[in-house]
Protein backbone atom coordinates (compact mmCIF):
# COMPACT_ATOMS: atom_id res chain seq x y z
CA UNK A 1 0.00 0.00 0.00
CA UNK A 2 2.74 2.51 1.01
CA UNK A 3 4.89 1.71 -1.74
CA UNK A 4 1.87 2.38 -4.32
CA UNK A 5 1.09 5.78 -2.75
CA UNK A 6 5.12 6.20 -3.34
CA UNK A 7 4.91 5.54 -7.14
CA UNK A 8 2.06 7.85 -7.58
CA UNK A 9 3.87 10.51 -5.36
CA UNK A 10 6.78 9.74 -7.46
CA UNK A 11 5.24 9.93 -10.24
CA UNK A 12 3.37 13.68 -9.98
CA UNK A 13 6.75 15.04 -8.46
CA UNK A 14 8.45 14.22 -11.66
CA UNK A 15 5.80 15.28 -14.03
CA UNK A 16 5.23 18.87 -12.49
CA UNK A 17 9.06 18.99 -12.46
CA UNK A 18 9.08 18.46 -15.95
CA UNK A 19 5.75 21.16 -16.87
CA UNK A 20 8.00 23.72 -14.08
CA UNK A 21 11.08 22.82 -16.43
CA UNK A 22 9.43 23.68 -19.54
CA UNK A 23 7.23 26.84 -18.22
CA UNK A 24 10.67 28.45 -17.19
CA UNK A 25 13.06 27.24 -19.79
CA UNK A 26 10.66 29.32 -22.41
CA UNK A 27 9.45 32.08 -20.18
CA UNK A 28 12.46 32.83 -18.06
CA UNK A 29 15.75 32.28 -19.85
CA UNK A 30 16.26 34.63 -22.33
CA UNK A 31 20.04 34.17 -21.97
CA UNK A 32 20.45 30.80 -23.68
CA UNK A 33 20.07 30.48 -27.43
CA UNK A 34 17.07 29.17 -29.41
CA UNK A 35 18.28 26.17 -30.01
CA UNK A 36 19.56 25.25 -26.41
CA UNK A 37 15.94 26.11 -25.09
CA UNK A 38 14.61 23.56 -27.68
CA UNK A 39 16.51 21.16 -26.27
CA UNK A 40 15.53 22.01 -22.84
CA UNK A 41 11.97 21.78 -24.07
CA UNK A 42 12.30 18.66 -25.18
CA UNK A 43 13.97 17.24 -22.10
CA UNK A 44 11.35 18.79 -20.10
CA UNK A 45 8.57 17.25 -22.19
CA UNK A 46 10.22 13.77 -21.85
CA UNK A 47 9.89 13.76 -18.48
CA UNK A 48 6.25 14.69 -19.23
CA UNK A 49 5.25 12.38 -21.32
CA UNK A 50 7.37 9.45 -19.08
CA UNK A 51 4.82 10.80 -16.13
CA UNK A 52 1.74 10.16 -18.43
CA UNK A 53 3.22 7.16 -19.18
CA UNK A 54 3.60 5.50 -15.67
CA UNK A 55 0.39 7.08 -14.71
CA UNK A 56 -1.35 5.21 -17.18
CA UNK A 57 0.41 1.91 -16.31
CA UNK A 58 -0.40 2.45 -12.69
CA UNK A 59 -3.40 2.95 -13.36
CA UNK A 60 -4.15 -0.09 -15.34
CA UNK A 61 -2.43 -2.33 -12.64
CA UNK A 62 1.05 -3.12 -14.48
CA UNK A 63 4.29 -1.29 -13.12
Do not use: E
Not at 9 to 29: E, N, P, Q, R, T
Not at 34 to 57: D, E, N, S, T
Amino acid sequence: MWQRGLNWLAIILVGLFGLMWVGIVIYADQGSSLWMRVVQVVFGLLLLGWAVQKAFRLAGGRV
